[in-house]
């Protein structure tokens, strides 16, 4: 039996994905909030800055329905080219965010009332920490959908959904087991 399949489609990694998908949630709602932050009170629009919460907002609304699929028994990974997109942009952002608030760059290159350097710090912080959970994210998705390809193709069963059946006075009723002969028809 392949280990690794079973591994990839089952509760497990289901979990894994739902707690990736939590937190890649919650880097955006920080993201998204302490941007908005800068562009409510200081109104400094600067192409990276509408560029990062466009694609924190994006993201956020993307993982309000992605945090119930991993929930479902039925889900294979089917986000996979999602995912792939949104961690490339995620790393567009990051790069955005490093290159505007690193160093002494958030002292001397940004408006005196935008120099809230200990939020342009989280907000380079929670990019960092969200593009390494969507990049993990994307992995998982990706082993899990070619596990349930090749489960497909190789005919083998996914062990939570065939489980044996049960009468009413608790005996497990299963098919033949490898001693036994089935009677085949001739086509």
């Known amino acids: 039996m392949d280990t690794r399949g079973g591994f990839f489609s089952g509760r497990i990694a289901r979990t894994l ?18 941007l908005s932050y800068f562009l409510r009170h200081w109104g400094y629009r600067g192409t990276h800055l509408v560029y990062n919460l ?7 609304f993307t993982y309000l329905i992605a945090m119930v699929l991993p929930a479902l028994k039925s889900y294979r990974g089917y986000l996979l080219p999602l995912n792939l997109a949104l961690t490339y942009l995620w790393l567009t952002s990051l790069i955005f965010s490093s290159q505007d608030y690193s160093g002494n760059r958030c002292r001397f290159f940004s ?15 929670f990019h960092i ?16 959908w070619a596990s349930h390809r090749r489960s497909q193709r190789t005919g083998i069963s996914d062990p939570e959904k065939d489980r044996p059946l049960t ?21």
Do not use: W, Y
Not at 17 to 34: D, K, P
């Open 129 to 144: 920490i969200g593009f390494a959970f969507l990049l993990f994210n994307t992995i998982l998705e990706a082993l899990m």
């Open 111 to 125: 408006p005196a009332a935008v120099r809230r350097c200990g939020l342009k710090h989280t907000v380079q912080a």
């Open 54 to 60: 466009v694609i924190a907002v994006l993201t956020l």
């Open 167 to 187: 009468t009413t006075t608790g005996n497990t009723t299963t098919g033949p087991t490898n001693g036994d002969r089935v009677a085949q028809v001739p086509v």
């Open 17 to 34: 994905l739902g707690l990736n998908n939590f937190i890649i949630l919650a880097s955006s709602v920080i993201i998204t909030g302490i």
